[in-house]
């Protein structure tokens, strides 16, 4: 098994498993490998180094006249951790809600006028559909689902 650090052209980062540098080729060369974030389909591989799976227990404390190691979190966040926290938002979100799907603007009305109980919902609404929502003072967020979320997750 191979494991390919890949870049979309959005320049969004992310894992690719394969079984072979061929199966790798063969698939990217038929856009089947899609950004999990934007579901850009033009993806490059990065480099990577090799990774050694050493036996045996090591040592950690650093040695003497060694300048004191950092622990607190990084003042600035890579895009991968940004990356991972959308990720993880979006996750909680779909785990959160209700999928009302198209019924998404009338489940809305329901909820805001009483007639259901209130809880939340997640669906599909046109940009016209959430502007006549607003317009009746009901808040919605437009917010993009990364492809694969939006149903079952393996």
Not at 91 to 114: K, M, N, S
Request: net charge negative; glycine share 10%; proline share 10%.
């Amino acid at each position: 098994m191979k494991v390919l650090n890949l870049r979309c052209a959005n320049g969004h980062g992310f894992e690719g498993w394969f079984t072979s540098e061929d199966d790798f080729l063969s698939q990217n060369g038929r856009a089947l490998i899609e950004c999990p974030l934007c579901a850009d389909r033009v993806i490059a591989r990065l480099p990577s180094a090799p990774r050694l799976n050493l036996s045996g227990a090591r040592d950690l404390t650093p040695p003497p006249g060694a300048p004191p190691v950092n622990t607190e979190p990084a003042a600035n966040t890579t895009p991968e951790q940004v990356q991972a926290a959308y990720l993880h938002g979006i996750r909680q979100l779909l785990a959160r809600t209700e999928d009302v799907g198209p019924r998404f603007p009338e489940e809305a009305r329901r909820i805001h006028y009483g007639e259901v109980p209130n809880r939340g919902i997640r669906g599909h609404a046109t940009p016209q559909e959430r502007e006549a929502l607003r317009d009746e003072g009901i808040d919605t967020m437009a917010l993009a689902v990364p492809r694969g979320l939006d149903g079952p997750v393996q």
